[in-house]
């Protein structure tokens, strides 16, 4: 295992020392020093540049024993099984190189009953079907060879009421609307074939009162904003058809501080640099369309420490980023 870390920007204003030389920074960065105001979400700081990593892109991400996870991926060549960890976002731990699973990337990643799941995904050749679990990071165990909802990558999964949660993907020849859960990771069941919105791959999702939600992606010919709900999985409901946001897939979305994050992504003609908030999943409010870390998809995002994190990414400076 290999660490690695990089200060920050608050080191750069400690030794800078002066108000012009925050206000220098600040030409590109809407922080106000004086009333300490940091529009969160609109500010991004990066804690450590792609150096420390391989650049990936189409990995996961999880909390998970009290530290972030990134979770193999791939480099637009290479496809990986490494495992990082880091406990603040500058200082990251090489768990693995290899993990037990294959390389893969457009996998899924959760954490249920106290274990991190990595669930199917895209070899470079193959599409997979596997199921993989871990209580350390470190030691993975394959839960099936072979799940019950086939191959798949580009899908959903989530933990809500002790259960795994798929939803939708690309199974090698189509997008998928199908819904599948599973409380051991091994037998998966059938929820619904279709759970009534458009079949899609590269959606984006998160848990938020208590129902799962659906945001976005591509169906084969479009790229969608819509938003979609459900508390169990086979009733879903329209939150909207036509969000604020453009049409998108790649992107990250999670919640944090009550809200709902949408990050990046791709429009089908070229990578998306914005930031997105909600109240409700039904109106959203652009916070920024300039983050530092530029366009970007194949990211991560979560609430980590109190704080926004996006996590690697293809970008121009696709490192680790939060905010405030």
């Not at 909207?240 to 999670?254: D, E, I, P």
Request: proline share 2%; hydrophobic share 40%.
């Amino acid at each position: 295992m290999r660490s690695v870390s990089r200060y920050g920007l608050g080191l750069m204003l400690l030794l800078c020392g002066t108000l012009s030389c925050v206000d220098r920074l600040n030409r590109s960065n809407p922080y106000d020093p004086i009333n300490n105001l940091i529009p969160v979400g609109a500010i991004w700081y990066e804690t450590i540049d792609e150096a420390g990593f391989i650049p990936h892109y189409d990995h996961t991400s999880a909390e998970f024993l009290d530290k972030m996870w990134i979770i193999g991926g791939n480099d637009g060549g290479s496809m990986y099984s490494d495992v990082w960890s880091s406990p603040n976002g500058i200082e990251w731990t090489d768990v693995l190189q290899i993990a037990a699973f294959p390389a893969r990337a457009e996998h899924a990643s959760a954490v249920l009953q106290n274990q991190l799941w990595v669930v199917s995904g895209y070899d470079g050749t193959s599409h997979l079907a596997d199921v993989w679990s871990s209580l350390d990071g470190a030691s993975w165990n394959q839960t099936t060879a072979a799940a019950a909802f086939g191959l798949r990558s580009k899908h959903l999964v989530l933990a809500l009421n002790d259960k795994l949660w798929l939803v939708g993907g690309y199974d090698g020849a189509s997008e998928q609307g199908d819904v599948w859960s599973s409380l051991d990771g091994s037998s998966w069941s059938l929820v619904t074939a279709d759970g009534g919105y458009t079949a899609r791959s590269g959606h984006m999702g998160l848990v938020a009162d208590g129902k799962l939600w659906l945001i976005g992606g591509y169906d084969g010919t479009s790229y969608l904003n819509d938003v979609w709900n459900s508390e169990d999985g086979v009733n879903w409901t329209e939150v909207t058809a036509a969000a604020q946001f453009s049409g998108r897939h790649n992107g990250a979305a999670f919640i944090g501080g009550g809200k709902i994050w949408l990050i990046g992504g791709h429009d089908g003609g070229s990578k998306i640099a914005d930031v997105w908030v909600s109240g409700n999943g039904s109106d959203w409010t652009r916070v920024t369309d300039a983050p530092g870390y530029g366009a970007i998809q194949g990211h991560t995002g979560l609430l980590y420490d109190n704080k926004l994190w996006v996590l690697l990414g293809d970008a121009a400076d696709g490192g680790v980023w939060r905010s405030p």
